[in-house]
């Protein structure tokens, strides 16, 4: 299985043999470095490799942290199930991916504050007319009386809250450029979150 961590760069398009356009999102993927092995006979009890990304400063590090990495101070520490055998202090970059590959890259969605029910969740409102005032995007009746639920608010009623922020899978995402010297893949479509946005590339491959 093939992976690593990248930021979201922005979008851009990539012309095909064929001369069809395609829109593609830039990913800025910086050498990434193996921490920790993981495996299934070992204390851990399941296979899997430790990746460090960029640099932090240490002061902002617990000492847990600090001792695990060897006082080495990475920005983002992930980890991927995987049968793969990686050495520890080795380092994967861009190249370990190659044109035509299937991906599923994984991040959080932009953050979107506190929204109301049309916005959040597709809501009409109500009607514009017929003496409504100040209420056209209003939820509407949350109770129901002692019907559907007895007069409560029932768990899982879509209301106004907090939006965004989810951590989202895009699956089968073809990658149409590898550039290793600069440390930069393009994939095709478009990837959680805004400019900036740590994501997990992992291969679609169905063994290892």
């Known amino acids: 299985m093939k992976f690593i961590l990248a930021k979201k760069e922005g979008m851009t398009r990539i012309f095909g043999e064929d001369g069809r ?8 993927t910086d050498p990434i470095t ?12 399941y296979s899997a490799v430790q990746v460090g990304m960029g640099v932090r400063k240490t002061k902002n590090i617990s000492k847990a942290v600090l001792g695990h990495t060897k006082q080495k101070g990475y920005e983002a520490i992930r980890e991927f199930r995987t049968n793969n055998i990686a050495e520890v202090g080795g380092t994967i970059d861009a190249s370990t991916f190659a044109v035509g590959d299937m991906v599923r890259v994984s991040g959080l969605t932009k953050g979107k504050g506190f929204a109301g029910v049309v916005k959040r969740h597709g809501f009409h409102g109500g009607p514009r007319s017929h003496g409504q005032k100040h209420s056209e995007r209003e939820a509407g ?11 409560r608010v029932a768990k899982g009623i879509r209301m106004a809250g907090r939006m965004g922020s989810d951590r989202v899978t895009v699956m089968n ?4 450029v ?6 930069k893949l393009i994939v095709s479509g478009a990837v959680p979150g805004r400019r900036g946005t ?5 291969s679609m491959q169905k063994n290892g």
Request: hydrophobic share 40%; aromatic share 0%; no cysteine.
């Open 198 to 202: 740590l994501l997990e590339v992992v």
């Open 21 to 28: 356009a395609r829109a593609g999102t830039i990913l800025k």
């Open 34 to 45: 193996v921490t920790q092995m993981k495996t299934k006979d070992g204390k851990d009890a």
């Open 173 to 176: 995402l073809k990658v149409l």
């Open 178 to 183: 590898v550039d290793a010297k600069e440390g």
């Open 141 to 151: 009746s949350i109770g129901g009386g002692g019907g559907r639920a007895g007069g």
